[in-house]
């Protein structure tokens, strides 16, 4: 059964930091892309970061460049988010998601992105 399950999210002061982890089954994990997408309360989804399925390309939104770094190891079917510097406008649910590879290139919408967690609660608030 094919599984996308995201850990690691919870209260954090501005300024503070969380990793997030997603842990895959049920697929090839190294044939896939992984995306973190989030949603803000009110807002629509937000694609954050990405990491291709060799690993060696990522991309990220602009909010989040110099906070925010993603990794994965494939032995382990894992993908990371390491976020640092949080603001309270990172508050979101933040999901993983997994693509297909189609290149060398992950993709930063989520259109090509086939499975879905359930995603975790990020809450930075003071």
């Known amino acids: 059964q094919l599984q996308v399950v995201e850990s690691g999210g919870g209260l954090v002061q501005p300024g503070g930091s969380l990793r997030l982890s997603c842990a895959a089954s049920?697929?090839?994990?190294?044939?896939?892309?992984m995306g973190w997408f989030r949603r803000a309360p009110g807002k629509e989804l937000e694609g954050v970061s990405c990491?291709?399925?060799?690993?060696?390309?990522?991309k990220y939104t602009d909010s989040v460049k110099g906070r925010f770094t993603i990794s994965r190891d494939n032995a382990e079917n894992m993908v990371f988010l390491q976020m640092n510097s949080l603001k309270v406008e990172d508050t979101a649910i933040y999901y993983c998601?997994?693509?297909?590879?189609?290149?060398?290139?992950?993709?930063?919408?989520?259109?090509?992105?086939?499975?879905w967690g359930q995603g975790t609660q990020v809450t930075v608030s003071s």
């Open positions: 998601a997994a693509a297909r590879a189609s290149g060398d290139m992950c993709a930063a919408r989520k259109g090509p992105y086939d499975y």
């Open positions: 049920g697929f090839t994990f190294h044939y896939y892309d």
């Open positions: 990491i291709s399925a060799s690993g060696g390309s990522t």
